[in-house]
């Protein structure tokens, strides 16, 4: 699939600039900067404890950054739990799905935005019929609507999880390795959805250590080693080896100039 | 989207055996039936017990279930608080203390100063002292879950130094003393022959409840039609609404089998003017104003478990904390709502048991705090967090109570009763492992 350039003439939908957070001393992100345009999938890649999860938090409020800038179409953004990042229409796949396992799909679909009744009560059977929805575009296999997701399997629990993140209309969507437990059925239609998304106009940070998703799905890749950005890269520039060598040796491509 | 009826979650199977399609046809949930099993086993056993060794079945009478009903409903009521801080994984011990500082608040509300201020039997000291008495337990609750949730002091050590505090607070505001009586009209909350609703006002309570039972069944039905998901067979259905209702029918019946005893008749005819024939008159008790309380309770906070987004947060969290507020949810203020829930329950109960009692000590819910928890876990709520339900509680509730009860008719004293409490609370949470093993 080659996917077409991306125009980046314009105010990137989302800056981050000079991120840095530490725990308990250790700089688990130090003075990174990244950004994204709309219709422009960005892998961000690096090995494990690199730093990957903790920057993309600093967006999806999970975290509070101890320093740097947020910046949302061009303003400043303050982000300073997961409610406001959601109010900047930043949706987030966390690499721990993070579903509430005694629920079922669609309570954890429309978890802190249920849909209610004319008298406020929450309405189980709509959300229930707007779940089957939006599963039967992402996963027809998914039939398991009345039992709590602990009872669900990794991959059906990561459809949920991604079901989540696109009902809501985002426009900054956050992918946190959105595959790992996914069959290579599963794994292809997150492919064709990330397209598809990407064809609205959605920005993604896609978060991966498949560096043939990468390269397929992928307009740039941003590198990360020991909290810090090695560098960013148009994925049409450079070769798996390039990427490799980034990740491995936090170096940057040699430039034939 | 397809058109088709979507498949139950757990289909009949041509191979399964009777009770199993019973079962998965009514969606009975089979911890509910243990607990009802349990329960008769608990009524006939201290029943025959009685009827053997002493020669009177004292048990199974109107008489005492009647008492029963009456005693379960301030453990009951402050159970279905307790399911929600143990379903978001934390623990409340100072339940109890806080019921004894809410009646000594309450008491001397009622007995020394609103009468100077507004006239002694003024009709609005009742409803003063019962407000504050709930507002009290909610302040205390809030104070509580504040610390926990903010200052992150764990609830097992928060809630036992409130058991401390609260309790001597109440001895402090009391000096010690027994505060009584109580206002008549709070009196009535308690229950007794007056505080309850009579043979009438019993059979308007059950009727609605049937209704109720009936509106419910047919409204689930039409909500699983409009979205395509599988209905019920119309048999379990019926069957199901049937019970319930013949439930509720057979408590009217047994509310209103008690008479009042003839000193109260006679008492009532005098005051009334009415001639007293030789046989006497039956004047049924019917259902205690306690128990309508309770039940009050029980459904308002079934609603809010299950039909708000507050209830929906409350299991979220105890699912999952961190997803919980990765969703937006606001956790730590829950925890403060939750406790303070939970603290003016507290406070309703202490109206119900300082009514009972027809006056207010600081002693008052001493050692409440285990059977209210007990009557949590024994009623399905996991203290790994996350599951529980409101009609569990009140069953759990009305099981402690009936062995507490059981134990004073057969004249157990009291050292072995609180060997046998503690005994089951324990063995009851090791069921629960058990059952939940199994069911994984
Ligand atoms: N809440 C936390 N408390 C303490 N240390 C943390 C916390 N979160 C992350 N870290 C540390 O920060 C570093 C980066 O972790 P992070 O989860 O961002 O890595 P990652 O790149 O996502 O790795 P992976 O590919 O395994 O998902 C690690 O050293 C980790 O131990
Ligand atoms: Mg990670």
Redesign the pocket.
């Known amino acids: 699939m080659e996917t077409e350039m991306t125009d980046r003439s314009g105010t990137p939908l989302v800056e981050l600039r000079d991120i840095s ?1 530490a ?2 001393g ?4 130090d003075r990174v900067s990244v950004d994204l345009y709309p219709g422009e999938v960005v892998g ?1 890649l ?12 600093c967006l999806s409020g999970a ?1 509070q950054a101890d320093s740097g800038e947020i910046f949302v179409n061009g303003e400043k953004a303050v982000i300073k739990n997961p409610r406001d990042a959601r109010s900047y229409n930043i949706e987030t796949i966390y ?1 721990t799905l993070a579903l509430a396992d005694n629920l079922d799909a669609a309570s954890n679909l429309f978890l802190g935005r249920e849909l209610v009744t004319r008298l406020g009560f929450v309405d189980d059977a709509q959300m229930e019929a707007e779940t089957r929805k939006i599963m039967y575009r992402l996963n027809p296999n998914f039939k398991n609507f009345a039992s709590p997701v602990s009872a669900l399997s990794g991959g059906q629990r990561q459809s949920v999880a991604i079901a989540r993140a696109v009902y809501f209309n985002a426009r900054i969507l956050i992918m ?2 959105p595959t790992a437990a996914l069959g290579p059925q599963e794994t292809k239609m997150v492919g064709e959805l990330i397209a598809e998304l990407k064809r609205q106009g959605l920005g993604i940070f896609l ?1 991966s ?1 498949d560096i043939h998703d990468v390269m397929e799905l992928c307009d740039r890749i941003s590198v ?1 080693k020991n ?1 810090q950005l090695v560098g960013t890269e148009n994925v049409a520039d450079v070769t798996d080896d390039d990427i490799l060598g980034m990740i491995i040796l936090g170096k940057k491509p040699e430039r034939v100039a | 989207m397809s058109d088709s009826v979507s498949p139950p979650a757990d289909p009949i199977k041509p191979r399964d055996g009777l009770l199993t399609r019973f079962l998965k046809a009514t969606e009975l949930d089979t911890r509910l039936i243990g607990m009802v099993g349990a329960l008769a086993l608990i009524w006939v056993g201290f029943h025959l017990y009685g009827a053997l060794v002493n020669n009177f079945g004292a048990f199974l009478t109107p008489r005492n279930l009647w008492n029963l009903s009456v005693q379960t409903s301030s453990i009951g009521i402050m159970a279905t608080g307790m399911v929600l801080v143990i379903v978001t994984r934390h623990i409340d011990l100072s339940v109890g203390s806080i019921l004894g500082f809410c009646a000594v608040v309450m008491g001397m509300l009622q007995v020394y100063i609103l009468p100077p201020i507004l006239g002694l039997g003024h009709p609005m000291i009742w409803i003063i002292a019962v407000v504050a008495g709930m507002v009290t337990g909610a302040c205390v609750g809030a104070l509580q879950g504040a610390l926990i949730a903010y200052l992150k002091i764990p609830a097992f050590i928060v809630t036992l130094g409130g058991l401390l505090v609260w309790r001597g607070t109440g001895f402090l505001i009391a000096r010690g003393e027994t505060i009584s009586p109580v206002d008549p009209t709070f009196a009535l909350l308690g229950g007794g022959p007056y505080g309850a609703i009579g043979a009438t006002g019993s059979w308007i309570v059950g009727a609605l409840a049937c209704i109720g039972i009936v509106a419910l069944s047919l409204n689930g039905r039409r909500q699983r039609r409009k979205f395509k998901f599988a209905l019920r067979p119309v048999w379990a259905d019926v069957f199901l609404a049937v019970l319930a209702c013949g439930v509720a029918i057979g408590a009217v019946l047994l509310v209103n089998s008690y008479p009042w005893p003839k000193g109260i008749v006679r008492q009532y005819a005098q005051r009334e003017g009415i001639k007293v024939p030789e046989e006497g008159i039956f004047i049924s008790h019917g259902f205690a104003i306690p128990v309508l309380i309770l039940i009050t309770v029980g459904i308002l906070m079934t609603i809010l478990m299950n039909r708000t987004r507050f209830g929906r947060y409350v299991f979220a969290i105890g699912g999952n904390p961190e997803a919980a507020e990765l969703a937006g949810i606001n956790t730590r203020m829950m925890t403060v709502k939750i406790f303070a829930m939970m603290g003016f329950l507290a406070g309703l109960s202490a109206v119900v048991a300082s009514a009972r009692l027809n006056s207010a000590t600081n002693a008052l819910g001493t050692l409440d705090e285990l059977y209210v928890i007990a009557a949590a876990v024994i009623g399905g709520t996991s203290l790994a967090g996350g599951i529980g339900t409101i009609y569990g509680a009140i069953l759990g509730a009305l099981v402690m109570q009936s062995l507490q009860t059981g134990m004073v008719l057969i004249g157990f004293d009291a050292a072995i009763q609180q060997v046998v409490v503690g005994s089951v609370l324990v063995l009851a949470v090791y069921l629960d492992i058990l059952y939940r093993g199994k069911s994984k």
């Open positions: 957070i725990f308990g250790i700089k688990a992100v961000v690096g090995h494990n404890g690199a730093g990957k999860s903790t920057l993309i938090k975290y690499q946190d390795e978060i250590h990360m909290g």
